[in-house]
């Protein structure tokens, strides 16, 4: 008997091999044939049941069913993310905390300049909207990875290695640009580089080693690039560069939360295990504390003047 199941996550030579090592270990198995998002399956009915098949391969980590996978249009992802909030629960919470954590880390900078900075010259015009972009990093790459550790589910190795790749290269260019264009291209180099690398790994781990390597990879150009780019435009227009450098970067990170849904959460079994809003907000402010000061105090380049 031949049966079709459907597997969307198919998407590499190690995929196949994963999948035809476990179902080669089913006792019936006669035949298997890969075909894009799809195996055609030869078994022996008296020894085995679809279901088993579509079993085995959900053990290893895929999705499968012996009918076709329904992959929704963006607009109809954003229709049905309007009008099924319970289905998003997760995200329009997340959206909530992201909100909420900007707000409190705006006012938390205020409190800061009332208690501790006011006697740093010019501070509002110089580091006035730098603060605010880099608030707006922390919450915006926080609320990313809150978002995808929020769910517990295995994932290919490929959306794992883009997982970490996302996320580490972001966090490398947001910050790295924010300090760079404070405190010059070593200091942002080295915070962007290093913070890149910690967040990739973090992101990454959830396919094992390759996943923290193309996690810490893209976390280590990301961080490099980032002060560059920002020095680079330092005497053409900086000023108006930056809100389309930064609303670019947190579409990406829009569109990362997206392909979660797509690619881990939709027509999977998960587990929802969000952190608090109140852990959240702890780790977004002490992210932002250190941050700060280290925009303020850490050494500044001479080409800055």
Known sequence: MKSTIYVPDIECDSCVKVIDRKLKELQGIEGIEFKPDAIEV???????????IVTMIKNSGFRASTEPFDRKTITER?????????????EWQGVKYTFYTLFILIAFELLLYSAFF????????????????LNLSIVTIGAALWHFKAYRAKVTCMVGMMIGMIIGMQAGM?????IGATNG??????????????????????????????????????????????LMMFSDNLHIFMPFYMAINIL??????????????????????????QLFA??????????????????KSAFLG
């Open 42 to 52: 030869a078994f022996n009915e008296a020894l085995l049941k679809p279901e088993n």
């Open 78 to 90: 954003f229709r049905d993310f309007r009008e099924n909030r319970h289905k998003y629960a997760i």
């Open 118 to 133: 006011r006697g740093i010259p010019n501070f509002w015009q110089t580091y006035g909207i730098w603060l605010f972009y």
């Open 174 to 178: 947001m910050v790295g640009a924010i």
């Open 185 to 230: 291209f070593f200091v942002g180099a080295m915070t962007g580089m290093l913070l890149g690398v910690g967040v990739g790994a973090i992101a990454g781990n959830c396919c094992g080693i390759m996943g923290i390597l193309q996690g810490m990879m893209a976390g280590l150009m990301g961080g490099t690039m980032g002060p560059m780019i920002s």
């Open 252 to 277: 990406i990170l829009a569109g990362f939360s997206y392909m979660v849904i797509e690619e881990v959460v939709e027509n999977r079994k998960v587990e929802r295990k969000p952190v608090d809003f």
């Open 282 to 299: 702890a780790v977004s402010l002490i992210a932002s504390a250190g941050l700060t000061l280290l925009m303020l105090y850490a050494p």
